[in-house]
């Protein structure tokens, strides 16, 4: 017996929308609302480790603020009382922000990231911050420095990553609604093994101030929650121009949650061929083919498309990823912020505080992408990844000419044990499906959509052009209506 | 211990990597980690260059590609540079910065010697 039922459960307060009705007109004070949730962070993540920190008196001083505010005629925002769960590389003034790496342990930003500013101008209240593979890097969460999060389903299973903290919170009913980040999958790959909706905005579509950067043409916040509606109620607070981020897009984003009933009918969806084939476990692209039966159903348009370029992906992506992080991570440099080991120079400092504050996977990923970058290897590694990002781009608008939304796997295999993949290059394999809308900057969610024979989570990724978040949205609302319960989980047994 | 290997005898344009075992030396790995102020042992050493030439060779797939002619994409669409009005706005509090730094003194960060180091 390792999976020990009972750690999936609905947020004890409902819905992020239901919340936000109900402490909107009176009906229920945010204060009852935060606590509801504490009471369950503390029952169970001492088992998940979702959180890294939680911040319970600041919630319920803040909805404290709040529930006084309303009672005194202020208008309730779009998430008045919902609490929401922080990947910890989004920083909030005066609360420590780890990245759960050693090097930033303790740190507490002088300033709040621009999402954390538009969520509380919302009315969300922040219950902490969650477990994340150290600076973003990893599928698992095992690259923590403070230690795995196990995943709600099973918890001998990893929740993926490398947001697996904002999955498990979610899937746990720890918070109604998260926020990750994603570079190459790492919202979208934790929702898919947790069983809950995951969505990576066009890149530019969701401010990056205050998020800590990883790669920075790749990086976008999104958020995790237990419907679509959710998810959307949350971008709408979250997305549209900063002139804080200089790569913003310009221009207002039209509200997702006011189009997200308009159903499927007549949209052209494509099931990517290329991201379908070797790999992809047969219970995976079993359910991906079912999820494309439930869209013709709905009376979409539904046939196979090809995005050649998609399989050369992972390589373009861990050179310029690593490419990128070599260069950002370079200011952990012990004079600023975070540690310092002393050293009787400035050059030793340096290089002690980095050596014992990063943990392998960064270490590994900063050499690679300094290798990448190095005189003689630069054209062959660096170069040729980015013109292999221009393929995935032309090859995607090639697609889109055909279909309006394609489909995919989000993962290519449901949630594996600890340490089953402590191979590098089998951990970046996780990423294959999801790593092509990161190089070409559109965006794309994950959907649950029923189980694996065990009865663990399957996530269907639905992928659409830059700035296709309605569309795309759409037909996630139709897949959330037609998906299966996961087998297992219907006849209250876990793997 | 960090034995640093020069690139020699490949010139810096050359647009092909070395096959397998010749892909990544333990000597390569060595000198990357001093490049990026990082100190391996001798069994991180020798952990790191069999896992970076595993993933340098599966990089290999692009190898065969003719890539002559494509364009490199730096960025997912086309930026040129953002420009705002040159007015003050807020700025971060310094002595709340500093109150983060390891070590701060009259106003700055401070830092250990850095004179008379090796170059």
């Not at chain 1, 998810?231 to 984003?253: C, M, R």
Request: proline share 7%; aromatic share 6%; with cysteine.
């Amino acid at each position: 017996m390792s999976g020990a039922a009972g750690y999936v459960a609905a947020p004890p307060a409902g819905s992020a929308r239901d919340i936000a009705e109900a402490v909107g007109r009176g009906d229920r004070s945010a204060r009852d609302v935060v606590d509801a949730h504490l009471v369950r962070i503390a029952e169970v993540d001492p088992e998940l480790h979702a959180f890294n920190l939680v911040a319970a008196d600041a919630a319920r001083a803040e909805a404290d603020a709040l529930d006084r505010a309303i009672a005194s005629g202020t208008a309730a925002g779009p998430l008045a009382g919902v609490p929401i769960a922080l990947k910890d590389n989004i920083c909030t003034r005066g609360v420590a922000t780890t990245c759960s790496s050693r090097i930033l342990e303790g740190w507490r930003p002088p300033y709040d990231a621009t999402v954390v500013e538009r969520l509380r101008a919302a009315g969300a209240i922040i219950v902490g911050k969650t477990n994340l593979d150290e600076f973003a890097m990893g599928s698992s969460t095992e690259n923590s420095a403070f230690g795995p999060t196990r995943n709600p389903h099973d918890v001998e299973r990893v929740p993926g990553g490398s947001s697996g903290g904002s999955a498990a919170a979610v899937a746990a009913g720890l918070a109604p609604v998260a926020l990750g980040s994603d570079t190459g999958g790492s919202i979208r790959q934790p929702a898919a093994l947790c069983g809950v909706v995951g969505v990576k905005p066009t890149y530019g579509r969701v401010s990056r101030y205050g998020l800590v950067a990883f790669a920075s043409s790749l990086d976008q916040i999104g958020p995790f929650a237990t419907t679509v509606a959710d998810a959307a109620v949350v971008l709408d607070a979250i997305a549209g121009h900063d002139p804080l981020d200089s790569t913003s897009i310009p221009e207002p984003a039209p509200s997702l949650s006011a189009v997200l009933d308009e159903g499927v009918a007549g949209l052209r969806v494509g099931v990517v061929a290329e991201l379908m084939g070797e790999g992809v476990v047969p219970d995976v692209a079993d359910r991906v083919r079912a999820a494309a039966d439930a869209l013709a159903a709905a009376g979409a348009e539904v046939g196979e498309a090809s995005v050649p370029a998609a399989v050369f992906g992972l390589t373009a992506y861990y050179l310029i990823a690593p490419a990128e992080a070599s260069s950002n991570l370079a200011r952990y440099d012990g004079v600023r912020y975070g540690l310092r080991v002393d050293a009787a120079t400035t050059g030793e400092m340096m290089t002690a505080t980095r050596t014992a504050g990063f943990g392998a996977e960064v270490k590994r990923r900063i050499m690679l992408g300094t290798y990448a970058l190095s005189a003689g290897y630069y054209d062959a590694y660096y170069g040729k990844a980015l013109k292999v990002r221009t393929l995935i781009i032309r090859d995607f608008a090639a697609a889109y000419e055909h279909y309006d939304l394609l489909l995919s796997p989000t993962s290519p295999n449901t949630a594996f044990t600890f340490g089953a993949k402590s191979d590098p290059m089998s951990m970046y394999m996780n990423d294959v499906c999801t790593i092509p809308s990161n190089l070409s900057g559109d965006p794309a969610v994950s959907v649950p959509f029923g189980g694996d024979e065990a009865g663990l989570p399957v996530g269907v990724q639905v992928l659409a052009p830059a700035l296709g978040e309605a569309t795309m949205l759409r037909a996630a609302a139709v897949l959330e209506a037609a998906a299966p319960t996961p087998k297992a989980s219907a006849e209250g047994v876990r793997a | 211990m960090l034995t640093a290997r020069l690139y020699d005898g490949r010139m810096p344009s050359d647009p092909t990597p070395p096959a397998g075992a010749e892909r990544l030396s333990r000597g390569d790995v060595a000198h990357v980690a001093r490049l990026a102020l990082l100190e391996l042992s001798e069994a991180e050493l020798d952990e790191f260059t069999g896992q970076l030439a595993a993933v340098l060779d599966h990089a290999a797939d692009v190898e065969a590609l003719d890539l002559a002619g494509v364009p490199p994409t730096a960025h997912p669409y086309p930026l040129a540079n953002v420009w705002r009005d040159d007015v003050v706005g807020p700025v971060l509090d310094r002595d709340e910065v500093l109150a983060e730094a390891p070590q701060a003194e009259a106003g700055r960060f401070r830092v250990p010697a850095i004179l008379g180091e090796e170059p």
